[in-house]
């Protein structure tokens, strides 16, 4: 049952307990008015006749006094008849009476013997005075009959006034009765009306009160201890059970919000864990590539001093062919310097070329680091966005450093080629040394050919340190950017440990309601770990 319905119920029986009350105070007063016309409108007015009736009838009786002693028959006459006059009008009240106030039986009883005796002392006031014409009679027996029946109609109407006024003071009485009982009734409707619908709006205003606390109790415990796993009373069915059903639902949501904010959290903290070591070994590889590079370009300074010598042995080969005819005798001396020259021009070609297969194969594994690090960029999301063009940066970079690096190694094949046939002339001149002075002509030639090819091995070795300078700026690029990258990923480390921390001041349940987000974060823990 609802508190507006207990509250209409409780309202209802007051009003009811009202109208209650109120039909029995109108019916007392019906009654009391009743009584108060009866007394105003019959025993005032019959006291009033009956009074009257009395006046009269002993001022009738001291005029027949009066007119025992008058001489003048005019006056007797007159003042008789004045006299039978009053007699007159006590007829027309007792007529009155008769009709308009007769209380009971009794009453009417009496007022007919009234009416007779009122008829019998007429008729013994003409017997003794005979119309006035004389002042009285000798007749004692008339005499004796009027005083008797003065003396009996005197005595009726003193008794039914005294019969009225009997009835009026039992009027009276029952009117106190009726107006005790009435209070005291009226007074026992109030109060138990009062106390009924007191007892109810006591007992609803206490019901309210109780589960008000109860409420207010778990919300501020709530708002103390940040402990969501309590639970108000919604056992209720009314407007306080609502309200706490909706207090428990939102309290429900609010927890899985902060579980799946927990879970968040946690993988964040898990990828930038993951982010962080990926960029300490990336760093690491950083400084070995550097380290690479510095001894790449040590022995491409190496090569440049060797070609640029192979160049200048050319020109003097060139000028010493123009004098092989002259020199014939040294030239097994020269074209045995030749040969020695060349294989160290072969030798030093063979580490230009692993050398450049080295850069090329750290370049390949500095792209591959920088594809995973742009993938646990993106699986940072917003947070990892800075470290995804950091490692795109990273992939270009290396991805320029490999191409530059097939360059060289095509440039060092062809070196080697070069060197390889230079070799296998020489060869040819040592074994043909004996036509020397026939062959002098294509000597020099051949002197001139190697003199451009070991030109253009000194402009490709220049752009080979170009291209190894640019890879070493490049790296000491990458080596920043992965600082910036191991930075960014401490800072979302620190933020993402502080957030699980002002989460874990809310205490949540575990398991029930939570188990579809308990799953996510498994999976997403999961995925973080990949």
Do not use: C, W
């Not at 008729?123 to 008797?148: L, P």
């Not at 309200?243 to 898990?270: G, H, I, K, P, Y």
């Not at 990273?394 to 490999?402: A, C, E, H, K």
């Amino acid at each position: 049952m609802t508190i507006f319905q207990k509250l209409t119920i409780a309202i209802t029986i007051f009003v009811l307990s009202l109208i209650g009350v109120g039909g029995y105070g109108i019916k007392a007063l019906g009654e009391s008015k009743d009584r108060v016309e009866y007394v105003t409108g019959n025993t005032l007015p019959s006291l009033t006749l009956l009074s009257n009736s009395n006046i009269n009838v002993r001022e009738v009786r001291a005029s027949l006094s009066s007119l025992s002693n008058m001489e003048d028959q005019g006056q007797r006459v007159a003042l008789l008849k004045s006299t039978l006059d009053k007699l007159t009008s006590v007829d027309k009240f007792m007529a009155d009476y008769k009709q308009n106030y007769i209380a009971d039986a009794h009453d009417a009883q009496m007022t007919d013997y009234i009416i007779q005796q009122l008829t019998l002392y007429r008729q013994a006031i003409d017997n003794v005075y005979k119309g006035g014409t004389q002042q009285s009679t000798t007749d004692t027996a008339a005499e004796n009959t009027k005083k008797q029946v003065e003396q009996a109609l005197i005595k009726a109407l003193q008794d039914q006034r005294d019969y009225n006024l009997k009835l009026a003071d039992t009027q009276e009485k029952s009117n106190e009765a009726s107006y005790r009982a009435a209070l005291y009734t009226f007074v026992g409707l109030i109060v138990a009306s009062v106390a009924v619908a007191g007892t109810l709006a006591l007992m609803i205003l206490l019901y309210v009160r109780r589960s008000l606390n109860h409420l207010q109790h778990t919300l501020l415990t709530i708002s103390d201890n940040l402990d969501l796993t309590l639970r108000a009373d919604d056992s209720r069915h009314d407007e306080i059970g609502k309200t706490a059903q909706a207090l428990n639902n939102l309290t429900d949501r609010f927890a899985t919000v902060l579980a799946d904010v927990r879970m968040s959290s946690e993988s964040v903290a898990t990828a930038s864990s993951e982010i962080a070591a990926a960029n300490i070994d990336l760093s690491s590889r950083t400084e070995e590539q550097a380290a690479s590079l510095a001894q790449t370009a040590a022995s491409m300074h190496e090569i440049s001093s060797t070609v640029e010598s192979n160049v200048e042995n050319a020109r003097q080969a060139n000028q010493l062919g123009q004098k092989a005819a002259e020199a014939v005798t040294h030239g097994d001396v020269s074209v045995e310097r030749m040969m020695q020259a060349m294989k160290g021009i072969a030798s030093g070609s063979e580490k230009v070329a692993e050398i450049t297969n080295l850069i090329e194969g750290i370049a390949f594994q500095t792209n591959i680091l920088a594809l995973n690090a742009a993938v646990e960029a993106a699986r940072a999301g917003e947070h990892g966005r800075g470290f995804a063009v950091v490692a795109g940066e990273v992939r270009t970079l290396s991805q320029r450093s490999s191409s530059a690096a097939r360059e060289i190694k095509t440039l060092i094949d062809n070196a080697i080629a070069a060197v390889r046939n230079g070799s296998q002339q020489a060869d040819d001149v040592r074994e043909a040394i004996g036509n020397v002075k026939t062959l002098i002509t294509n000597t020099s030639s051949l002197v001139g050919e190697m003199s451009l090819a070991s030109e253009e091995q000194s402009r490709g070795i220049s752009q080979i340190n170009v291209a190894i300078n640019q890879m070493e700026a490049v790296t000491q690029q990458n080596a920043a950017m992965v600082e910036q990258a191991s930075s960014a990923a401490e800072s979302l480390n620190d933020q993402a440990t502080r957030l699980r921390q002002l989460v874990e001041t809310f205490r949540l349940r575990e398991g029930g309601a939570h188990a579809s987000s308990d799953d996510a974060l498994s999976s997403r823990l999961a995925l973080g770990m990949k």
